[in-house]
């Protein structure tokens, strides 16, 4: 019985040690916002949608609006790819860039399951989705930005209720647990591999999947 008391007490440090959320910063003030609550992004991101969509299809049909918003989704799809993996996981080894890296990601890898550091704080995507905008405003203008942007918050919305739901909750349905397990696999087996949480898809068209060939993990 000692082992298995032993075994048990293990299995609660770790489980302890992954919801864990340590102090990012000296500052109450700034630490505070480097957590927040799972709702705050649908109740600042799905109103904006909302409003991207109303003055979108004020100036086009249905159907222009929904191939606008398509696209926006599917950029937004390109965009949480890349920036897992090209800025989450640039990973300097010491100094200010280690430092950086551990704020911006390094900490959710280490503490994946910390039920307030599993979106991302209005401090950091609300500005980020202005300059996003104002990008999109400059290249396509006024008549097919809001579409578009509409799309791309809506897709950023669905990323951060998917990354959420896949660490704190059991899924049962088909796809849901194949998001699931590709994601795990990224944390607990291979972090240079499986960096689309909503869209997998991207890992297998760059050949960064965390499946090989039937399923089979794959190797460093």
């Known amino acids: 019985m000692a082992w298995a008391e032993?075994?048990?007490?293990?299995?609660?440090?770790?489980t302890d040690v992954l919801r864990a959320s340590?102090?990012?910063f000296e500052s109450r003030l700034l630490d505070s916002l480097s957590r927040v609550h799972p709702v705050v992004p649908v109740l600042i991101f799905a109103p904006a949608s909302v409003a991207l969509a109303g003055w979108s299809l004020s100036r086009h049909s249905v159907a222009v609006f929904l191939g606008l918003a398509a696209g926006g989704y599917a950029l937004w799809t390109l965009f949480e790819y890349w920036l897992h993996r090209v800025v989450f996981h640039f990973e300097p080894q010491q100094g200010l860039g280690a430092r950086m890296h551990w704020i911006i990601h390094g900490v959710?890898?280490?503490?994946?399951?910390?039920p307030l550091r599993l979106v991302m704080p209005p401090a950091v995507s609300v500005p980020l989705a202005a300059l996003v905008f104002a990008v999109l405003y400059l290249i396509l203008?006024?008549?097919l930005a809001p579409g578009v942007a509409g799309g791309f918050f809506a897709g950023y919305l669905v990323y951060d209720m998917t990354h959420y739901y896949l660490?704190?909750?059991r899924p049962?349905?088909?796809?849901?647990?194949?998001l699931r397990?590709?994601?795990m696999r990224h944390h607990f087996q291979d972090e240079t591999r499986g960096f689309g949480i909503s869209a997998p898809y991207w890992d297998d068209i760059f050949g960064t999947s965390s499946r090989?060939?039937?399923g089979e993990p794959s190797r460093k």
């Open 172 to 178: 049962r349905g088909r796809l849901s647990r194949i």
């Open 22 to 24: 340590p102090p990012m």
């Open 212 to 214: 090989s060939r039937r």
């Open 108 to 114: 959710h890898h280490d503490h994946p399951n910390d």
């Open 141 to 143: 203008g006024s008549d």
């Open 181 to 183: 397990e590709r994601h």
């Open 6 to 14: 032993e075994m048990s007490e293990q299995s609660q440090r770790r």
């Open 167 to 169: 660490h704190h909750f």
